[in-house]
């Protein structure tokens, strides 16, 4: 896979051979023992990586980034580390006077590692502390939930304190945003830099409105009253947002709990959800202030190369991650360009290491020779000090994992799909060819992927199209003249699934959307930070969104379909159905993990499956934390749950589920990384069955040639990071052409 091999090959990334020299060479690097609190003994490895790490908090570096391939124990490793360095600590680190931490500093040292990690993977990062360490050795604090900011904390009554990037985000968006003012005349609260234009045409004796937003209220006026007829048919409020209207937020400005304390050590699991420097899940991680940092990500580059920046500027490893000065000596972190710089000088005359030296003359380098230094400097002057990354396969001795069999299976439609899929094919193709005629291919580019996750859905399942509620969105941008400008998620920054609509036309995944204000009682448009409006119970009538387990609702696509009587299967589904079959008839006892994109195609799956007598679980990014747990408790804990259906998105990521032996990928993903890993949520430490990854393609589909397309030139979905020093952002016109050939 090009990621690993661009991880392994110049990330400093010790690949060890068999060779004797490799073998030597491993002997020679030092260990550490743990402290007797943990009570699972460590590999050789890991203790290797403890006296790397402790070594690194004791350098200038103050931290760096484990990077161990999936599915190797970073989460114990780093529980090592916290529990050997409390033992190593003076016994007078909390005192402000004393302490080192203070430095200068306002906010108020605490002796706690504060760990962020995705919301699936909380009650594993606490289930793996009870059960590594001594009882009543370690304290912990789950710090997430709407009812976290009524209670009040002293982090120095605990070792560990677990929160979300979701949690992260809201909170400090809380923290920063000035205070709302009451408006005299309606009540409503508004941002003060929002007061000036509403009194001027919208609320007031003076507000006048001009023609054009005298239409557009009255349009609104229309859709809220056809909103209330919905609402009062089904009965209901809106489930996901309650109380999240304008009108109806706090008007006292919140705080942050975790951004006014400084950390001992911050330690950030899955560290690749930060790698979009510019959104707010990184800003708010890069507010918080700690003694030690650390990273931990099997994927820390997954499409480009300046995705490593964000680590870097979590890490502030110097001079890398500064800005200079064109003018004088200043240093900085960060750089507004509205705002002039500290020493005076204008922003725009300040300069980013990282971008001058190592991300442009990668990306737009004049010549091959240009971006090959650049990669040296990466390698040589940037990461070889900070990154420890190890594989599956340089550790196979220490690690002794049973062997992983991945299997490509192609399978082909039937009559009644095939008519389907090419109808969509040529619908696609002309739309497609269209742009190619006008010569605006490019500027249609969020468009194009729309059409193309339609052909991919229509791969998976014909329901995906013909009941799907993009169709409706299609539908009503038509009738109200609302056409979806992007289709990347303002949140998690990839194509969207199951597109919801802010007022301010911004458009998310409607499970990201749901996570990020979840526990908000302020929510603002991640986007442009305005006031967000949305009403998820719009897009169907009669849909409500529950959690998909056993016992709830019905939802989603299924409440979609007139009869369930009727209900036929697809290729894809009658493919899986063998394949679990098969399973169940090598090993009595074996499980499996099913993975796809589309959590509809899983909600089809699902109903498909139990109709067979085969019990599954659902986890998807609907589900709240307790949820969640519920979920994987009763996959790894009844014997007859033989199924755990997950969303990429949702359980793709930090999940330890060795209970299982089998992966069904359902879809390919445009990204081999993320694919990468889903499988090894099953092959890690702890697993001692053989693995068996089936992923499942459609001959004569879009889907063959976007494994053709990766293969031919070792694509990701946002970039390309292979041996080639060049990065580009998008498929190139020639790729969508290739896509949409005849």
């Known amino acids: ?80 580390l916290v529990l050997t360095s409390r033992r190593l600590r003076p016994p007078d680190l909390h005192s402000d006077a004393s302490s080192s931490l203070s430095l200068g500093r306002s906010k108020r040292p605490v002796r ?30 789950v710090y997430h939930g709407g009812k976290r900011e009524a209670q009040k904390y002293d982090f ?47 609320c007031g004796p003076g507000a006048q409105r001009t023609e054009k937003q005298a239409k557009q209220e009255s349009k609104k006026r229309g859709v809220k009253r056809k909103r209330k007829v919905q609402k009062k048919r089904n009965g209901t409020d809106n489930e996901d947002f309650e109380g999240q209207d304008e009108g109806s937020v706090s008007e006292s400005r919140g705080q942050s709990p975790l951004h006014l304390v400084r950390w001992e050590r911050i330690v950030l699991d899955e560290a690749h959800f930060i790698k979009e420097r510019r959104c707010n899940t990184a800003k708010a991680i890069f507010a918080l202030e700690s003694e030690y940092k650390w990273a931990l990500s099997g994927t820390p580059l997954q499409n480009r190369v300046g995705e490593l920046y964000s680590l870097i500027r979590f890490l502030q490893i110097f001079p890398f991650s500064y800005y200079f000065c064109k003018d004088c000596n200043c240093e900085i972190l960060d750089t507004n360009l509205k705002k002039q710089c500290d020493c005076g000088h204008s922003s725009v005359r300040h300069f980013c290491w990282w971008n001058k030296y190592i991300s442009n003359p990668i990306q737009y380098g004049s010549s091959s020779s240009e971006g090959k230094r650049s990669m040296v400097l990466l390698k040589e002057k940037v990461l070889k000090g900070i990154v420890l990354r190890r594989t599956k396969k340089g550790r196979a001795a220490d690690l002794a994992l049973p062997p992983k069999i991945v299997t490509l299976r192609r399978d082909s439609f039937d009559k009644k799909e095939m008519e389907f899929y090419e109808a969509l094919y040529t619908q696609s193709c002309t739309q497609f060819d269209s742009y190619v005629d006008a010569g605006t291919l490019m500027n249609n ?6 059409l193309l996750t339609r052909l991919r859905q229509a791969v998976d399942h014909p329901y995906l199209v013909a009941f799907s509620k993009t169709a409706e969105l299609h539908d009503r941008s038509k009738t109200e003249g609302n056409e979806i400008m992007k289709s990347q998620c303002g949140i998690c920054h990839n194509l969207t699934e199951d597109t919801v609509v802010a007022s301010c036309d911004h458009v998310f995944c409607k499970t990201c959307l749901i996570d990020y204000s979840a526990t908000l009682g302020n929510v603002s448009c991640p986007s442009c930070s305005i006031p967000l409006t949305v009403d998820l119970t719009t897009r169907n009538s009669g849909e409500k969104v529950t959690a998909n387990m056993k016992g709830g609702k019905r939802s989603g696509i299924l409440s979609r379909l007139r009869n369930l009587k009727d209900f036929q299967t697809s290729s894809k589904i009658d493919a899986l159905r063998e394949e679990v079959r098969n399973m169940v008839e090598r090993d009595g006892s074996a499980k499996g993990i099913v993975f796809s994109q589309f959590t509809s195609f899983l909600d089809l799956i699902e109903f498909s499956l139990e109709r067979s007598g085969i019990k599954c679980v659902q986890l998807n990014g609907k589900m709240n934390i307790v949820e969640k747990g519920r979920a994987i408790d009763t996959f790894t804990n009844d014997p007859d749950c033989r199924i755990f259906l997950m969303s990429l998105k949702a359980g793709g990521v930090a999940l330890n589920l060795t209970v299982a032996s089998h992966v069904f990928l359902m879809d390919p993903w445009w990204n081999p990384a993320v694919e ?46 292979g041996d080639s020093p060049e990065a580009m952002s998008k498929l190139t016109e020639a790729d969508l052409k290739f896509l949409f050939q005849n």
């Open 112 to 141: 706690c590692t504060l760990v962020i990690c995705p919301v699936v993977a909380v009650i594993q990062w606490a289930q793996e502390i009870e059960r590594h360490t001594a009882e009543g050795s370690v304290r912990v604090l």
């Open 445 to 450: 580019y969020a468009h194009i992927f729309d």
């Open 676 to 721: 990468s890993q889903a499988q090894d949520r099953i092959h890690r430490i702890g697993q001692f069955k053989p693995i068996r990854s089936t992923r499942f393609v459609i001959k004569d589909t879009v889907e063959e040639r976007i494994l053709q397309l990766q293969e031919k030139k070792k694509l990701v979905f946002e970039g390309t990071v």
């Open 1 to 80: 896979m090009a990621n690993d091999k661009w991880l392994d090959e110049r990330m400093g990334a010790a690949v060890e051979g068999e060779s004797s020299a490799a073998a030597a060479a491993v002997e020679a690097v030092p260990t550490a023992e743990p402290p007797p609190e943990v009570l699972l003994p460590l590999l050789r490895f890991q203790k290797e990586w403890l006296a790397w790490a402790l070594a690194q908090e004791a350098s200038v570096s103050r931290g760096g980034i484990l990077a161990d391939e999936m599915g190797m124990g970073k989460t114990i490793q780093a529980i090592a």
């Open 156 to 202: 120095n009554n605990y070792d560990f304190v677990i929160t979300t990037y979701s949690t992260i985000e809201a909170d400090y968006r809380k923290h920063i945003m000035p205070p709302k003012i009451r408006c005299d005349y309606c009540n409503k609260l508004y941002y003060p830099n929002k007061m000036k234009v509403h009194l001027t045409y919208y």
